[in-house]
């Protein structure tokens, strides 16, 4: 009895991305399917990094397919193939940058840095290729929380290499002044040094650059968020009263120039004593999650305020590395996931598929 491809799709059909709740048949992903006698093999194409869940999925799919009468041997390849996807009106994608994600806070002291970090090397463990720029100015802490440091390399005088450590390619004005030093710049100077270490980084083939932006909603987040080719933003808060009414002035910010919020962390929501296990909400209780459920956001995760995350931002090995199988990476590793899998739904960028068209005149 031959094998009819349209049972092999019905058969698929029945498996469900768990991330996405859709079939893998209805949404196109499955490729390249083969039938020769009784072996089968096809491609299933994720739009998003999920290098964990593969061997789960894939053997949810050859179980399905040896379900029809007939099948004998299956060979099923996942790959992970992250488009370039729409960013503001008017604003150009950058060479070598498929997708810029913008982590951001209204005030200071939330935990934006961490998160930002944190979130791109859950990317990078998904198997990712991800890049970090440090565009908090006044105050870089990537050089610390990833443990590089060093001057950037530069190949012809007028671009520079970025760094790179724990899978993770980094740039920040952190490299290049005195750590002591106090940066005394108005709001244009250092708005142009930001665009300057984005453009003239030369990023290698990224999928996700992560960018840690100063907290607030001033001239410099308002100019970058403006000419930043940014795919979408997330905002970090505590569930306190007063994060919360900053945390509301960024998504205003974000909103009015057209950068879509792919959702909100509360951080610091609850810590639990270390030495007794006594649960208290110092910040207080849910404050981020009712914000977010009032404005329509996606509620990404909350995050505990633990001394451990901390110490391993400092040491320059922060959660995903220093410990990639504990709770609090896990819930890093799953904002990543719902961060990865909202991009990979918006509509992707097709203009570099198309060849610029230059006019010129006869003469």
Not at 252 to 273: D, R, S
Not at 345 to 351: C, E, L, N, P
Request: charged residues 20%.
């Amino acid at each position: 009895m031959s094998i009819q491809e349209s049972d092999v799709l019905q058969a698929l059909a029945g498996v469900t991305d768990p991330n996405t709740g859709q079939d893998f048949v209805s949404t196109k992903q499955i490729k390249n399917l083969q039938i020769a006698g009784d072996d089968l093999s096809f491609d299933v194409e994720l739009g998003y990094p999920a290098k964990s869940q593969i061997p789960a999925l894939r053997q949810a799919l050859v179980a399905a397919a040896r379900a029809v009468p007939g099948v004998g041997n299956v060979s099923v390849n996942v790959v992970t193939k992250v488009q370039a996807h729409a960013v503001q009106r008017g604003v150009q994608l950058m060479p070598g940058v498929k997708n810029i994600v913008g982590v951001a806070s209204g005030k200071g002291g939330v935990g934006k840095s961490t998160t930002a970090v944190n979130l791109a090397l859950a990317l990078a463990a998904e198997g990712a290729a991800v890049g970090v720029l440090d565009a908090d100015i006044y105050g870089p802490s990537m050089p610390i929380m990833l443990g590089v440091s060093g001057k950037p390399e530069s190949l012809d005088g007028k671009s520079m290499e970025p760094l790179q450590n724990h899978g993770v390619q980094v740039s920040s004005i952190g490299f290049l002044v005195d750590p002591d030093e106090a940066m005394v710049w108005r709001g244009p100077m250092a708005t142009q040094a930001l665009e300057q270490l984005l453009r003239h980084t030369n990023w290698r083939e990224l999928d996700y650059l992560i960018v840690d932006l100063p907290p607030g909603t001033g001239d410099i987040q308002l100019t970058l968020s403006q000419r930043v080719p940014m795919t979408g933003a997330v905002i970090v808060t505590t569930p306190q009263d007063i994060a919360l009414a900053d945390a509301r002035k960024g998504v205003t910010m974000f909103e009015k120039v057209g950068v879509p919020i792919l959702g909100l962390v509360e951080n610091m929501a609850v810590h639990v004593c270390s030495n007794c296990g006594h649960v208290e909400h110092i910040f207080g209780a849910e404050g981020g999650k009712r914000y977010a459920e009032e404005k329509g956001l996606d509620y990404l995760g909350a995050l505990p305020l633990a001394l451990s995350i901390r110490e391993q931002a400092d040491s320059g090995r922060p959660t995903v590395v220093a410990d990639p199988d504990g709770e609090v990476a896990a819930i890093y590793k799953s904002i990543a996931r719902q961060v990865a899998i909202k991009i990979a739904a918006k509509a992707k960028d097709f203009s570099s598929r198309f060849p610029s068209i230059k006019i010129s005149r006869d003469t």
